[in-house]
């Protein structure tokens, strides 16, 4: 046991296995932009194929890093939680069967219809491509930029926030009987929207008594 451990230990700490599963993500990236119900039942089931080759390799290198790095090693990463969910997500989509399965067993409401949900969390692993960028120098230097100017902008959202309850609640007072300032709810969505300057005009022209 030990012997495999550090086998995995020693790919899961190389740079090539790192390289390789980026070059996979890249290329199942392609795969899923070619997805569709726009090409011949062999192309989609080729797709389908392909789909369980990546899925396997993704869950090949998660229990390569899971056992060769430790769980509390391989979790000190906080970006490793979203591989999990993406594994997850893979392991159901692969138990799900596809939509050419379903029509051989002419089920009147398929399996796959009720699952079908499950495909858009395939999108989650185009966010790994973003492991490229903590590689290089520059790009940290932008995402910590990114992150200081968003606590920043934090402060000024919340400012935003109470100028428009102040004027939703003045809203409410002196328009109780216009239908738009009735409900808390529609009231704050048409104060942003008269701040926006998104259709005010029409707006003006529904409020005007």
């Avoid at 009147?108 to 120098?137: D, G, H, W």
Wanted: proline share 2%.
């Amino acid at each position: 046991m030990q012997k495999v451990r550090y086998a995995f230990y020693i790919i899961a700490t190389s740079d090539q296995f790192d390289y390789i599963i980026l070059a996979v993500v890249l290329i199942n990236s392609v795969f899923m932009a070619l997805d569709g119900n726009l090409f011949k039942p062999e192309t989609l089931n080729g797709l389908n194929i392909s789909n369980y080759v990546f899925n396997s390799i993704f869950f090949f290198e998660y229990i390569v890093k899971f056992v060769g790095l430790s769980p509390l090693v391989y979790y000190s990463d906080a970006f490793t939680y979203l591989d999990t969910i993406i594994i997850a997500f893979a392991v159901l989509d692969m138990a799900t069967p596809s939509n050419t399965d379903d029509e051989q067993v002419g089920s009147k409401k398929s399996v796959s219809s009720q699952l079908s949900f499950l495909r858009v969390f395939r999108i989650f692993r185009c966010i790994r491509l973003t492991k490229i960028l903590r590689r290089l120098k520059s790009m940290r230097l932008i995402i910590v930029s990114m992150k200081k100017a968003l606590a920043s902008v934090s402060y000024i959202v919340c400012i935003l926030v109470m100028f428009i309850l102040i004027f939703e609640l003045l809203g409410m007072s002196l328009l109780s009987g216009n239908i738009h300032y009735q409900q808390f709810g529609e009231g704050f969505f048409i104060t942003y929207q008269i701040l926006t300057l998104e259709n005010w005009d029409g707006l003006l022209y529904e409020m005007w008594p």
